[in-house]
T-cell receptor
Framework: DAGITQSPRHKVTETGTPVTLRCHQT?????MYWYRQDPGHGLRLIHY???????DKGEVSDGYSVSRSKTEDFLLTLESATSSQTSVYFC???????????FGPGTRLTVT | DAKTTQPPSMDCAEGRAANLPCNHS???????VYWYRQIHSQGPQYIIH?????ETNEMASLIITEDRKSSTLILPHATLRDTAVYYC?????????????WGLGTSLAVNP
């Protein structure tokens, strides 16, 4: 399995608080992605990164920001969490945008 | 990216072959068909992909019709651990395509 970890694995937070999720890889893959998964929806791309300090928006980026200061870490920040951001968040990596992606174990976030 | 259509659920007896269909009638000439699966509460796992030739790896076989409008993922000897949601995804390997369009997949139940 690809070396991808996500932290925390579970988090409960209150509406209005900032939250940061971390994705860490040991594969030296250039591309990293953040997805969210909700019942009744397929995985939806939030943001992705194509290199250190290079990021771009996905299809559901409102309310989220990301940062990538080094190859191995990709951070997802909810500046002011809302209940609609309760979800399971997956990080993925790939060596090339056209190649298969490898996913982390997920973070279950609950915003109360 | 091609829209894909899959049955919402299927059953299979343990030890038998599981054949999971996918329709992708709008697929274009340079779009690959990718298959992933997601075992309950885990991150999605890459299985296999193909363009027009049949493909086989240690996990599964992929049969793509000659007109490329549909494909079948075959798990030759399904086990209980193959119970998962299986996603068929069309994507282009041309250019800088970064987005996988995830549907709801097929929930496969392997029964003892």
């Amino acid at each position: 399995d690809a070396g991808i970890t996500q932290s925390p694995r579970h988090k409960v937070t209150e509406t209005g608080t900032p939250v940061t999720l971390r994705c860490h890889q040991t594969e030296n893959h250039r591309y990293m992605y953040w997805y969210r998964q909700d019942p009744g929806h397929g995985l939806r791309l939030i943001h992705y990164s194509y290199g250190v300090k290079d990021t771009d928006k996905g299809e559901v980026s409102d309310g989220y920001s990301v940062s990538r200061s080094k190859t191995e870490d990709f951070l997802l920040t909810l500046e002011s969490a809302t209940s609609s951001q309760t979800s399971v968040y997956f990080c993925a990596i790939s060596n090339n945008p056209s190649y298969e992606q490898y996913f982390g174990p997920g973070t279950r976030l609950t915003v109360t | 990216d091609a829209k894909t259509t899959q049955p919402p659920s299927m059953d299979c007896a343990e030890g038998r072959a599981a054949n999971l269909p996918c329709n992708h009638s709008t697929i274009s000439g340079n779009e690959y068909v990718y298959w992933y699966r997601q075992i309950h509460s885990q991150g999605p796992q890459y299985i296999i992909h193909g363009l027009k030739n049949n493909e086989t790896n240690e996990m599964a076989s992929l049969i793509i019709t000659e007109d490329r409008k549909s494909s079948t993922l075959i798990l030759p000897h399904a086990t209980l651990r193959d119970t998962a949601v299986y996603y068929c995804i069309g994507r282009s390997n041309a250019g800088n395509n970064r987005k996988l369009i995830w549907g709801l997949g097929t929930s496969l139940a392997v029964n003892p």
